[in-house]
């Protein structure tokens, strides 16, 4: 009897092969003739006097024309020295400091884009690093396509241990999942600290990124534009349009920044993204649920095992294929033990995500 449980993974694998499947027809995409699209790069900002100097210099050698693009930094109440740090800073021809005329990352980032001069903007986060060619990729890329917005990679680099390679493995199946959805027509992801908007669509969707939040301003405005502009949503799948962010350094702090991202499901009104996510979630419970029933009948850890073997076989296509375009395959020699760890961290999140939404961070 306790088999019939597995009946209960042939929705999560439906939802993950059809996304495999698309994720492997994604082609790169390739610069033609040179742009000339002028861009607005919005920087928001809370206490990164470290990390943004890097970000700026990085932004300051793009292969792009300085006067195509203009840099907004934009200082959301910091208590170190953000603002004065980048004033300071050399080799930006438009690169200006403004401060956020409200709170929180989200009133930031409209404040910027508000204060653009460009037709199409590109967030990003100050503790983001970008290549020389990332500017030019982008610019390429909308002024050939014309969306409504590019979703541009993302890659953390984190570090050695069991705990930094579950970060990197963990986020890139975020990315395949992004980009396989994406690519379906129907996203249910994107990430703030590299994407690309239109400004005037931007603007005309500012009142529904729920502004009770702090944070979400991403996801929330994605959904909003699948509403009414969803073909005009693309994937740009390139290595020179990638922004490498840091991994958390502690488990807590990675929990506390997944339970933020989580705490804003409940909010969520893209039917797709709602439907996965509880898809997602109920066969995780699943396995929780027969390794823990395992203790009061042996017979059912034979029925974990299998559900968790099924399970991995479309992850594993996911992330093998994401690991392979992001030059990470080394990382697949930590698959196995990281999904009969996932179960147990995605419990471990849910604590966290009640207590997610008055932390400054997207």
Known sequence: MEWLSLIILIPYLYHIIRIWKALSGIKAFR???????????????????????CLLADISVQEYNQDLYEVIVVDDNSTDTTAETARSFKG?????????????????????????????????????????KWLKTIASFAEEKHPVMTINPVVINAGRGFFNRFQELEFLSLQGITAGTAALGDPVMCNGANLGIAKEVWLRNAGRLHDELVSG?????????????????????SADAAAATRGSLNLISFLRQRGRWISKAGYYSDRYTRQ???????????????????????????????????????????????????GKRELLRWFFPSQLVYPLY?????????????????
Do not use: M
């Open 31 to 53: 610069i033609g003739k040179s742009p000339c699209l002028f861009v607005s790069v919005i920087i928001a900002c809370h206490n990164e006097e470290k990390y943004l100097p």
């Open 92 to 132: 930006i021809n438009n690169l200006r400091v403004i401060s956020n005329s409200g709170k929180g990352k989200k009133q930031a980032v409209r404040t910027g884009v508000e204060a653009s001069a460009g037709s199409f903007a590109v967030t990003t986060d100050a503790d983001c690093r970008v290549g020389s």
């Open 217 to 237: 301003e991403d996801v929330f405005l994605l959904h909003s534009l699948k509403s009414e502009d969803g073909p005009g949503i693309l994937w740009l799948e």
């Open 276 to 326: 996965l996510g509880i898809v997602t979630f109920v066969t995780i419970l699943v396995q929780v649920l027969l390794f823990l029933c395992g203790f009061i009948n042996p017979g059912f850890f034979t029925v974990f095992a299998v559900c968790t073997l099924l399970k991995s076989v479309p992850d594993f296509l996911i992330l093998h294929n994401t690991t392979g375009r992001y």
């Open 346 to 362: 995605v419990i471990s999140v849910l604590p966290f995500s009640f207590r997610g939404r008055s932390v400054w961070q997207g």
